[in-house]
């Protein structure tokens, strides 16, 4: 969560031919998708949200490990 929200990143799911979906904010830093791609060694698609929305994915994500 804390890595998410200081980076602008999150991984909001998995998508049918194994691609992970990222969500993220404007200006987010090149290498932190090499990170993120390197750490769940797979690939990537990426998606530029604005903030409202980054948020509501990290929610989601946040709430989804607790319930």
């Known amino acids: 969560y804390l890595f ?4 602008g990143v999150v ?4 998508e049918p031919d194994g691609t ?3 969500c993220h904010l404007p200006n987010t830093p090149l290498q932190i998708f090499a990170e993120i791609k390197r750490l769940l060694r797979g690939e990537l698609r990426l998606r530029e949200v604005n903030s409202a929305e980054f948020q509501h994915q990290l929610t989601l994500i946040y709430q989804s490990q607790f319930t």
């Open 20 to 22: 992970i979906l990222i």
């Open 11 to 14: 991984a909001a799911g998995l």
């Open 4 to 7: 998410a929200k200081k980076q």
